[in-house]
């Protein structure tokens, strides 16, 4: 399968269908009322929901989780009540 029909084709999640949606949206109420700026912002919306990108671009805002080192321990804290 290549590159662009694997893309097109597989991992679709909700943002995605909302991306292809309002780009359905948009170029048409460009066709019906001779809207330029809804075409552009229309055909910005299909590129990012052909492509699977976003904003940021794909995986361009992932932050890597943090790990722990194997040499942290956790201490454990004894606690004083007071009255």
């Not at 597989?10 to 948009?26: A, F």
């Not at 492509?51 to 040499?71: L, M, N, W």
Request: net charge positive.
């Amino acid at each position: 399968m290549s590159v662009w029909k694997q893309r097109l084709l597989t991992n679709w999640h909700v943002m995605r269908v909302i991306r292809l949606g309002i780009s359905i949206w948009m170029v048409a109420t460009f066709f019906i009322q001779k809207d330029m700026f809804a075409g552009l912002f229309g055909a910005f919306f299909m590129y990012q929901a052909i492509t699977d990108t976003g904003c940021c671009g794909v995986g361009g805002c992932y932050t890597p989780p943090p790990t722990r080192k194997a040499g942290n321990n956790v201490e454990e804290i004894e606690y004083e009540e007071l009255k």
